[in-house]
């Protein structure tokens, strides 16, 4: 993970946690040829990594990713970066460190990531919506950000919604059971808690902290001043659930780097199921076009650290 915020504490003692390769800001005090030694050793350690960063970080961030990559020559890193706002990519996280300790190949649990995030319905209850960018926003809607004391729903994920809080009607939510995690800057709770959750009839309430890039993401502040924003995001929690969704997938074969997939893509060299195949080595070895592959791939262990 990018941030310390969006490694959620593990629902119990099986579920592994995640590294954390600090990023943006605070790279300035992780200077480049550490984050290579430390990711070299989550490789060495676990086989493979899948990294997962939000789509509202810097450029340089996800620079910073591709250059650890590059660097260490290898196609063992899974660089991710799932449509979902802060609180939903870390529920996302939660659940493939779940699925690590299960018998899935490094392959499938990567591409896993973007037919989970479809069941994750995640959105924010702010005070404004004039700088969100994230949903469609009306121009009605943006006038009455203006007015004082107003509050608006707005889910990202799986499809945009945007409703103004005036009374007890909620977004439409999941039609499975799943639990509902929340975190919030300068906002009340008490909407998510009182009617948000009932509404939605999830199976408990999980406080987190909210995630640095969420201000930036939801446009309501910055990190130290998030302003008016309660993220929240609703997930299955099951792991023999999210096991049998992701094994009644078709698995396929990347005809690029080889690992098995599900879905149309795989998650580690991003090539589309039906790509063609890399060229043949030239004399010299290795085709220049290929992708950089390190020393022979490990057996996935029963701990891939997302």
Not at 127 to 156: E, N
Request: charged share 15%; aromatic share 6%; net charge neutral.
């Amino acid at each position: 993970m990018t941030d310390p915020d969006l490694v959620l504490t593990s629902p119990d003692r099986h579920t592994p946690t995640a590294a954390v390769l600090p990023v943006g800001e605070a790279q300035d005090a992780y200077p480049l040829d550490r984050a290579i030694t430390d990711v070299h050793a989550l490789i060495e350690q676990h086989g493979y990594v899948i990294a997962l960063c939000p789509q509202s970080v810097p450029d340089a961030t996800v620079h910073r990713l591709h250059s650890v990559r590059s660097m260490l020559e290898t196609d063992r890193i899974a660089i991710l970066r799932p449509e979902l706002p802060p609180l939903g990519l870390a529920v996302l996280a939660l659940q493939l460190r779940q699925l690590s300790i299960c018998d899935f190949s490094p392959g499938v649990l990567a591409s896993a990531a973007r037919l989970l995030a479809h069941y994750i319905h995640a959105g924010a209850l702010v005070g404004s919506v004039a700088k969100l960018d994230r949903v469609p926003v009306s121009l009605k809607a943006h006038a009455k950000s203006w007015s004082p004391g107003a509050q608006f729903a707005v889910v990202s994920s799986p499809q945009p919604q945007l409703l103004r809080v005036t009374g007890t009607e909620t977004p439409a939510g999941p039609s499975f059971g799943t639990r509902l995690f929340y975190a919030a800057g300068q906002q009340s709770t008490a909407w998510i808690t009182d009617t948000l959750a009932p509404a939605w009839r999830v199976q408990g309430a999980t406080e987190a902290a909210l995630p640095a890039e969420s201000p930036r993401w939801w446009a309501t502040g910055k990190a130290g001043n998030p302003g008016r924003i309660v993220e929240f995001a609703a997930a299955i929690p099951d792991i023999s659930v999210l096991y049998q969704l992701v094994s009644s997938v078709r698995r396929e074969e990347c005809r690029w780097c080889g690992l098995e997939l599900i879905g149309d893509r795989c998650g580690f060299c991003s090539a589309p199921l039906c790509a063609d195949p890399p060229p043949e080595p030239t004399a010299g070895g290795r085709s220049a076009l290929a992708p950089a592959v390190g020393a022979g791939r490990a057996a996935l262990p029963r701990a891939t650290r997302p």
